[in-house]
């Protein structure tokens, strides 16, 4: 049975345990950073940061500063067009998983050429994956694909605190996100869960995407 997230981010707090988890878990050096105007740190995705708690701040209607975070990684596509792109440019470059859904990159990615890899690149809707140039490969989250193979949860999922990510059978995340939804429609007349027929990582949002992050919604 395929796999899936729940990111509830009315329940974030932006403590980026998630990202740091990540980082730690496929042992991936630091970045250099600096202060930019934002808490949130670093700025994108990158070879090294596979998952990146996006922070947003805006005015309500009533004037009021609102805060949101975006907990941003590979949406492990139903039907990934990164996949179908991938192995035009190179058969068998990247995968889906059939067991979890799990979207990969393999290791004949190292045979992509510069255009193929642009083409992967900006094909995917939510302008996830990362060139590596020191490993000449494609990077990506990879549902932590070691530890649920082993019937262990990502890594990020264990992580959290706050219970903003959970992972499980797909049809058990739908159906609570069906109720994360209505418990968080009590406070957030706008909440909504996103994408849900396209993807494998279904996001709670209290508000509006663009209120989130440019790519955080398909279309």
Known sequence: MPKAFLIDTTRCTACRGCQIACKEWHDLPANATKQRGSHQNPPDLN??????????????DQGRVMWNFFPD?????????????????????????????????????????????????????????????????????????????AGLPPMCVKTCPTGTMAFGERDEMLALAKKRLAEAQKRFPKARVLDVPEVSVFFVLAEEPEHYHEYASFG
């Open 47 to 60: 070879p090294y940061n596979l998952k990146v708690v996006r922070f947003h701040e805006h005015l309500d």
């Open 73 to 149: 990684q590979c949406r492990h596509c139903v039907k990934p067009i990164c996949v179908t792109m991938a192995n035009k440019a190179v058969p068998g470059s990247m995968i889906k998983d059939p067991k979890t859904g799990a979207v990969l990159v393999t290791e004949k990615c190292r045979e992509m050429d510069e255009a193929g890899v642009k083409t992967v690149i900006k094909s995917c809707p939510y302008n996830i994956p990362r060139w590596d140039a020191e490993k000449k490969m494609l990077v990506k989250c990879d549902m932590c694909i070691d530890r649920v193979q």
